[in-house]
């Protein structure tokens, strides 16, 4: 190749992205489709989603994990944020129950005395011919 040619080629590589019509390369894609799964399922799976929580465990770029975050809102998945930024899972797999700590324990002890009081008012014996109606 003479200098001529080594010019030329050079100059034309620097006005392709400038010249209409010719093919580019295309901008790679922020986050695949299997990795918007992954963001589903976490969001789902922890009831809460955010940006910051997506760049950690799916390992993103920030605007990645921002455009994850708009797009889980558009699919329905996770609500709107809130001003700190963190959104809720609209449907997430398991819901909050009660559990046995401090605030519940009166919860249990109200369960467990209208048992036995139900328990308490059940007549012991009765007759199979007078249950029949």
Do not use: W
């Not at 040619?5 to 295309?26: C, E, H, I, M, R």
């Not at 901008?27 to 922890?46: C, E, K, Q, S």
């Not at 955010?50 to 390992?59: E, I, N, V």
């Amino acid at each position: 190749m003479n200098r001529r040619d080594f010019a030329k080629s050079f100059a034309a590589a620097g006005l392709v992205p400038v010249l209409p019509g010719l093919p580019t390369t295309a901008a790679a894609p922020a986050y695949t489709p299997y990795m918007y799964g992954l963001g589903a399922h976490l969001a789902r799976a922890t009831g809460q989603c955010s940006p910051d929580m997506l760049m950690q465990k799916l390992r993103l770029a920030p605007e990645a994990a921002r455009a994850m975050q708009a797009q889980l809102m558009r699919s329905g998945i996770v609500s709107a944020p809130a001003a700190t930024g963190l959104a809720t899972a609209v449907q997430p797999y398991m819901r909050s129950t009660i559990t046995r700590s401090a605030g519940s324990s009166g919860v249990l002890k109200t369960a467990k005395r209208i048992a036995d009081e139900a328990l308490k008012e059940r007549p012991e014996d009765q007759d199979d011919s007078s249950a029949q109606v």
